[in-house]
């Protein structure tokens, strides 16, 4: 099972939402959208459901051009991120509905529905009505009635974005699990690395109406194509600063230099360095560690791991630490970066190395 | 009793007086009602109600109201629905101005429309027919159904149509069985108002019959000039005209404060 998007577009006006875009979506892993709000995700997942119609090009499932197919024709489940049911339905109704539609059996359907029903620990709730469930209930109802279906892909846009913490690490931890060996193309739009990195699989990242990459989640972490690949996969931001490179040496500013390591750029000019926060800690751990310094405007402390904004000349950086790291507001401190995991940038934007 | 309810009290009085008034002079005969002042009954009598239900020339007026009125709110909401989903859910050249001109209809009193009504259907045969005045009542109730659909249909998300397609589901059976139920709550307010629209119009109802489909209210008028004063009589029907409104306001009193609470009605 495979879903395969030849050269789509869409236009809406005279904007362009979705510009040319092919891309091979597969079964067995989970298809992770990335970018921000905005970013095209949720348009591109209308056109791969057919709620829209593209512009140009073509969109195969297994082969067979469906294109121009009604979404009611083309198998298909789709969880948005509001907790979307059918409000006069029982929960019961609700995850049935679709699979009376299919002309499934009545036993059948009982069989199905209560078997999604306890996986999502339903089976409380099948008699009553959505408005009367939680957040987190509603969804898990939603979830149910996409994932009951015999689907050949399952769209899941932001499907976790409104619910609370505790929740959204339960279901995500849950969702591998219960889309695995249903044998559907499973498309997972979000906008947060973390959740792309701990589902795996395959990323798309999207900015601006485009696909700028696609791969294994990890190998596009490790390798982001260009600047702004780097910036859409990575939370908090990547720290980003021009350098000049020269006389065999990386020079941040007259003050902060290293030498050239093998990810470096072998010819001399000015690029653009990317590192993320978590390689930009207050502590030396390693000789080879470029020490700078900066003014701390923010420090934030989440559960395990401290974080600090500051300010180095004219870039506004941030560090991101294990463990409980005091930072006085306002004040000088010591930061220390691994140039081993320096991204470098060409003035375009595409990474050299 | 405490201070605070005086006032709500004497004003649910206020508004009773002469609500209480026709019941009481519809049990009264109207030798009774024309010598003077009494505040109950002094001969209690059923006699009005039973000429209303025996006499054809009544009880047909209700007849003859109550279906026109039903075939109006029944035409109203039917090609209101649809309209309704296409001005919330679509966006096409001129959507926001006609929207706008659609209340427009309202605006202009009924009796500039009862000469041309009453022209048009005398040419085409529909003079003095039920359809008659239902069609005449659609003018002025479509627009206002379109409206008051429009709002909630707009309190009901996108997503919500998009999960039925991909769920399978075909538009015709969306609209039916997934839509409508949703928004239930809507339709009852809208045919609440046309119902009530409807039943209260007198000068097109009038104007558009003769006999055969010649309203309550009508009736009313009619007796009243013909058979002297008949005061008694016309207090009975006054008093049974109120009663289908009263009963359609209780099922859809909740509503109401929906709809009011979206902003609509």
Request: hydrophobic share 45%; glycine share 6%.
């Given at each position: ?8 577009t869409k236009v809406v006006g005279s904007n362009m939402h979705i ?21 095209g995700?949720?348009s ?8 829209d119609k593209?512009a ?153 109406g ?144 | ?90 966006r ?174």
């Amino acid at each position: 099972m495979a879903l395969e998007l030849r050269q789509v577009t869409k236009v809406v006006g005279s904007n362009m939402h979705i510009k040319e875009t092919s891309l091979v979506l597969e079964q067995g892993h989970f298809n992770v959208l990335l970018g921000q709000t905005g970013a095209g995700k949720t348009s591109l997942i209308k056109l791969m459901a057919g709620l829209d119609k593209a512009a140009s090009g073509q969109i195969l499932m297994d082969g067979i051009d469906v294109t121009n197919q009604s979404p009611q024709k083309r198998q298909i489940s789709l969880v948005h991120q509001f907790f979307v049911n059918y409000p006069h339905m029982t929960v019961y109704d609700n995850i049935a509905s679709p699979l009376r539609l299919s002309g499934m059996g009545k036993d059948a359907i009982a069989k199905r529905v209560n078997e999604t029903a306890d996986i999502l620990q339903l089976i409380p709730m099948l008699q009553r009505r959505p408005h009367e469930l939680s957040g987190g209930q509603q969804q898990r109802c939603a979830l149910a009635r996409a994932i009951a279906k015999d689907s050949t892909v399952v769209f899941l846009d932001e499907p976790l974005a409104n619910l609370d913490y505790k929740l959204r690490e339960e279901l995500r931890d849950q969702l591998p699990d219960l889309l695995a060996g249903r044998g559907a193309v499973v498309v997972y739009a979000t906008s947060e690395p973390e959740e792309a990195l701990l589902l795996g699989g395959k990323t798309a990242l999207m900015d601006d109406g485009q696909v700028t990459q696609f791969g294994p989640t990890a190998q596009i972490y490790r390798h982001p194509k260009n600047l702004n690949a780097a910036r859409v996969f990575s939370d908090p931001p990547i720290n980003i600063a021009e350098v000049i490179v020269r006389d065999n040496q990386v020079e941040l500013s007259p003050e902060i230099t290293w030498p050239l390591s093998s990810n470096a750029p072998k010819t001399a000019g000015t690029y653009t360095l990317g590192i993320r926060p978590n390689f930009v800690v207050p502590q030396k751990t390693s000789a080879s560690q470029v020490a700078l310094k900066g003014r701390v405007m923010v420090s934030e402390l989440s559960g395990s791991e401290s974080s600090a904004h500051f300010e180095m000349g004219c870039n506004a950086w941030v560090s991101q630490a294990h463990g409980i790291h005091n930072y006085t507001i306002g004040q000088e401190h010591d930061f220390f970066m691994d140039p081993s995991k320096c991204f470098f940038f060409a003035p375009d934007g595409a990474l050299i190395a | 009793m405490q201070k605070r309810h005086i006032v709500p009290i004497v004003y649910i009085l206020f508004l009773l007086l002469p609500i209480y008034w026709l019941v009481a002079m519809s049990f009264k005969t109207t030798n009774e009602i024309l010598s003077g002042f009494s505040l109950f009954p002094q001969t209690f009598t059923l006699e009005n109600y039973a000429v209303i239900f025996t006499d054809p020339s009544w009880y047909w007026g209700y007849i003859n109201s109550i279906l026109y009125v039903s075939i109006n709110t029944v035409i109203s909401i039917a090609v209101a629905l649809p309209a309704a989903y296409a001005f919330s859910r679509y966006r096409f050249l001129g959507d926001k101005t006609l929207f706008f001109w659609l209340l427009t209809n309202r605006m202009a009193p009924a009796a500039v429309f009862a000469l041309p009504f009453f022209q048009l259907y005398s040419a085409v045969g529909l003079f003095d027919t039920h359809w008659a005045v239902a069609l005449a009542h659609c003018l002025f109730n479509i627009p206002l159904a379109v409206w008051i659909l429009e709002g909630f249909m707009g309190g009901v998300p996108k997503e919500l149509d998009e999960t039925a397609f991909v769920d399978g589901y075909s538009f015709p059976r969306f609209f039916i069985s997934i839509f409508i139920p949703t928004i239930k709550a809507g339709v009852g307010v809208a045919a609440f108002f046309c119902f009530m629209f409807s039943w209260v119009e007198l000068l097109l109802a009038k104007t558009l019959t003769a006999v055969a489909a010649k309203p309550i209210a009508a009736t009313m008028t009619k007796t009243a000039s013909s058979a002297g004063y008949e005061l008694g009589l016309l207090a009975a029907a006054g008093t049974l005209t109120i009663i289908p409104g009263a009963i359609v306001i209780y099922f859809v009193r909740n509503y109401i404060a929906k709809g009011f609470a979206m902003g609509r009605v």
